[in-house]
């Protein structure tokens, strides 16, 4: 580790090998130090640190790994792997960004950039990704192929866990969520954390009965442990199992069950929001369009009596349910002052390219094949990215219409083919 942080602090002050160690000692003695082949002496590391910048014991306890250094790496990542809404801003600040141990400054950076965005804190993330991490992740980004220090092994696991899911990339999801877990204690709130995921990223592979096998076990653990804390996140997991298996009737009793046990969750804000947004995503799609439009305004409702800033930051999300009901009932009015009022707070890339996506919309409702192209090519890498694939169903028969239409035939082709393989790739 003492290699990596030498390369990060030299990278950071433009400084070559050769002038790193010019007077101190021969290249390649000091590669064989880097290789820990031979120890860092103590003067030479006052030497090369005045180079850096920084203290002597920022070099000779890069690699530190005793007891007491793992046990404040565990303490950071227990502290920081509960969902974000539960961390006291003044917590995640209070964690230094820089430790003279490698394994401790790491799994602090890990953490904070899955907090920021858990947060949708797009600039805190970026930053600290430019400013430091995206270096680490080069050298160590792949955990099968590295050996780390248990307590930054699963902060690596946990960051990659949340990247991809924001990616919708569950097969890499399940893969490290599955590694993760065999590092984690059964019937801990990680644990507990981790079978949630589990059952997501099965939903979304189509392992239906390992999903379906991973609840029963979760649940059946919270009822013999009494962990009744844990119930609503369990059943709002459910709920999309049986949503997907085209139980809707079973998923809404889920959402139900999930709202009768909010009374027991210490994070009651988040799954709110969670039950909220798959009920009005269910009726939705259902088509049951009226109970839909009532449980946006109820959810309204609740919001009432959140803070300003949170009425604000969930402004975006009612927009975006609003523009999706007036476009499945064809209210093209409707849906037009929905899309201002979306394109007037959308602050994140999802909420931007949804509101570009119902404009697409709006312009091949009204004949305007040419906006239309011109919208829809716009947002669709995005969500091929996302693999979104409602939104990808409409862009791609919307486009192969309209190229069809305007005699692009070749390219007429090209968007039926992919919605074709998109169809069958749908439960």
């Known amino acids: 580790m003492l290699k990596e942080r030498i390369e990060f602090l030299s990278k950071r002050k433009s400084i070559s090998r050769k002038d790193l160690v010019e007077g101190l000692v021969t290249q390649a003695h000091f590669a064989n130090i880097l290789a820990e082949r031979y120890p860092l002496p103590e003067d030479l590391a006052e030497g090369i640190a005045e180079r850096l910048g920084v203290s002597a014991s920022y070099l000779l306890q890069a690699a530190a790994q005793d007891e007491h250094t793992l046990g404040r790496a565990e303490d950071i990542f227990a502290q920081l792997s509960v969902p974000a809404s539960l961390i006291p801003e003044d917590t995640v600040h209070a964690f230094k960004d820089r430790d003279d141990s490698l394994t401790v400054e790491l799994t602090t950076a890990f953490m904070k950039a899955v907090y920021y965005q858990q947060l949708n804190d797009a600039a805190a993330h970026e930053y600290i990704h430019t400013s430091y ?51 984690t204690e059964p019937g801990s709130e990680l644990w507990l954390s981790i079978q949630n995921i589990l059952m997501e990223a099965y939903i979304q592979t189509r392992q239906y009965e390992e999903a379906k096998s991973t609840f029963e076990q979760t649940m059946k653990h919270v009822y013999d442990q009494r962990l009744f804390h844990r119930l609503s996140g369990l059943y709002v997991a459910y709920s999309g199992y049986c949503f997907t298996m085209g139980l809707v009737q079973e998923a809404l009793s889920a959402l139900s069950m999930a709202e009768a046990n909010l009374v027991y969750a210490g994070n009651q804000g988040d799954l709110v929001t969670a039950i909220a947004n798959n009920r009005i995503v269910m009726l939705t799609m259902s088509g049951e369009l009226d109970q839909a439009q009532a449980e946006i305004e109820r959810f309204e409702s609740l919001l009432h009596a959140e803070t300003e800033e949170t009425q604000q930051a969930m402004k975006p999300l009612l927009c975006v349910y609003r523009c999706e009901v007036a476009s499945v009932r064809k209210s093209w009015g409707e849906l037009a002052q929905n899309v201002d009022h979306l394109l007037s ?7 931007q390219m949804n509101a570009l996506f119902y404009q697409s919309q709006l312009a091949l409702a009204h004949g305007e094949h040419d906006l ?31 190229s069809e239409d305007q005699r692009r ?12 393989y998109l169809l069958r790739r749908s439960p």
Do not use: W
């Open 345 to 351: 707070c959308a602050v994140t890339q999802d909420q």
């Open 372 to 402: 239309f192209l011109s919208q829809a090519q716009a947002c669709l890498p995005y969500f091929e990215s996302v693999q979104q694939s409602v939104r990808l169903e409409s862009l791609y028969e919307g486009l192969a219409v309209v």
């Open 133 to 183: 991490l995206n270096f680490y992740l080069e050298k160590y980004g792949r955990p099968d192929d590295v050996e780390l220090p248990r307590p930054l092994k699963k902060a690596l696991l946990f960051y990659k866990i949340q990247y991809y899911r924001s990616k919708m990339a569950f097969v890499d999801v399940l893969t490290h969520v599955t590694r993760l877990s065999s590092l």
């Open 409 to 420: 035939y070749k390219e007429a082709a090209a968007y039926y083919r992919k919605l074709v």
